[in-house]
Each structure stands twice: as structure tokens, then as C-alpha cells.
């Protein structure tokens, strides 16, 4: 199955700023999914991207907030703009691996102070 | 759209006894089902995984799981918990085989008992 391999695993960063996530795999993947776990939740999707197409948002989110880039089949980008401290999350990367299952990347905690 | 729902939040079990994690699912389509566990401070990793066929599925670390249509559930069981099974275990649903993402349950926190 796919590698995931995502960064930064954390940040603590001051509201108002900006991150930018990135996740690279190893080999090449249609499409990449994007996923907030908010403290003690579960996975909500924020969106899918799609390699030289406008990323697909989930109910909730809004490209302005959650900027994605795809701009080749193994690399991504996940932007968590304007940050406020609900935007403390652990934010995932994931892929369609092989036979159907899907791959996560190790995450990235996010903490905005 | 797809919906899913893990009707236990905590189960607490002692060691070496059997466990059965329930989950739910709500969708018009067909689907493809998925058991993920999470270990503390650690990533989502794949228990396994129902796409077609057998609907009696067998996964990693003694893990299995039934597909049972007509109730609309894919409930995780283990015959014999051990110390290390304590985890996070997240059921997940997908509509499009591979073209859109899981939506997923909220989650059953596995508590092991010596």
C-alpha cells in the first residue's frame, strides 16, 4: 500500500497566522483526502483534491479557510488560514491504497494559541 | 448520503475475554466498509476492510468483522482481548470504492481490564 509521508507532526502557532500542510506519497494517487479530528473526535472530511482540478469541499468548510493545492499526483497541501484556537485539530492526509483500502498519513497536531 | 454510528462510545472488557464492537451504517447505495484503530498519540491504521464477497471478513491482530446487509452493520469482534488492544477503533463507510472519502463513525474507545 501506499507511503504517506506527512509535515509538519506539530505546530504551536499564534491565531491569526497561517500553516501549511504538506503530504507527499510514494507513488501516484488520483486523488488525496483531507480529514480535521478535533480533540477527543473523529475524522471529519474537509475535502478531496484532485490533480489539476479546484479541490471539492465538504459541507462546513470553504477554500478560503482551508486553501489545497494538488499540483502533481504525489503532493498536496493543506493551508489552515486565519487561525483561531478551534482550529486546534490533528489534521490527516489519505490515499487510496491498494485493494481498495485507504492510507493515512501520521498527522499533524495543531495546537493555535 | 452515507451516515454511520457506533452505538457504543466506551466498552470496557477484561483481559483475555471476548469483544464485539458495533457499528451501523446508513446509506442508498452500495458501500465499502472499514474497522481503523488508533492507538494513543498515534496514527489511524487499517484493522480491515469490506469491498465484496465474503461478507465474513478477517483483518489484522485476530480482528474480524461480519457484513450483515439486511441489518446494515459491520460489528468488529475479537474471541480474546489482550492489554494491547487498548485503542481508539473507528468504523468508516465509503459510497464511491475509492472516489470519495469515509465518512466515519464517532468512535468506540476499546478499554482493556487486567
Known amino acids: 500500500s501506499a507511503v504517506i509521508s506527512q509535515k509538519p507532526s506539530r505546530d504551536i502557532c499564534q491565531r491569526g497566522t497561517s500553516l501549511t500542510i504538506q503530504c507527499q506519497v510514494d507513488?501516484?494517487?488520483?486523488?488525496m483526502f483531507w480529514y480535521r479530528q478535533q480533540p477527543g473526535q473523529s475524522l471529519t472530511l474537509i475535502a478531496t483534491a484532485n490533480q489539476g482540478s479546484e479541490a471539492t469541499y465538504e459541507s462546513g468548510f470553504v477554500i478560503d479557510k482551508f486553501p489545497i493545492s494538488r499540483p502533481n499526483l504525489t503532493f498536496s497541501t493543506l493551508t489552515v488560514s486565519n487561525m483561531s484556537p478551534e482550529d486546534s485539530s490533528i489534521y490527516l492526509c489519505?490515499?487510496?491504497?491498494?485493494?481498495?483500502?485507504?492510507?493515512f498519513g501520521s498527522g499533524t497536531r495543531l495546537t493555535v494559541v | 448520503a452515507q451516515s454511520v454510528t457506533q452505538l457504543d462510545s466506551q466498552v470496557p472488557v477484561f483481559e483475555e475475554a471476548p469483544v464485539e464492537l458495533r457499528c451501523n451504517y446508513s446509506?442508498?447505495?452500495?458501500?465499502?466498509l472499514f474497522w481503523y484503530v488508533q492507538y494513543p498519540n498515534q496514527g489511524l491504521q487499517l484493522l480491515l476492510k469490506?469491498?465484496?464477497?465474503?461478507?465474513l471478513v478477517k483483518g489484522i491482530n485476530g480482528f474480524e468483522a461480519e457484513f450483515n446487509k439486511s441489518q446494515t452493520s459491520f460489528h468488529l469482534r475479537k474471541p480474546s482481548v489482550h492489554i494491547s488492544d487498548t485503542a481508539e477503533y473507528f468504523c468508516a463507510v465509503s459510497e464511491g470504492g475509492g472516489a470519495d472519502g469515509l465518512t466515519f463513525g464517532k468512535g468506540t474507545h476499546l478499554i482493556i481490564q487486567p
Open positions: 469490506y469491498l465484496s464477497g465474503s461478507t
Open positions: 446509506s442508498s447505495v452500495s458501500v465499502y
Open positions: 489519505s490515499v487510496v491504497g491498494g485493494a481498495g483500502g485507504y492510507t
Open positions: 507513488s501516484q494517487v488520483t486523488m
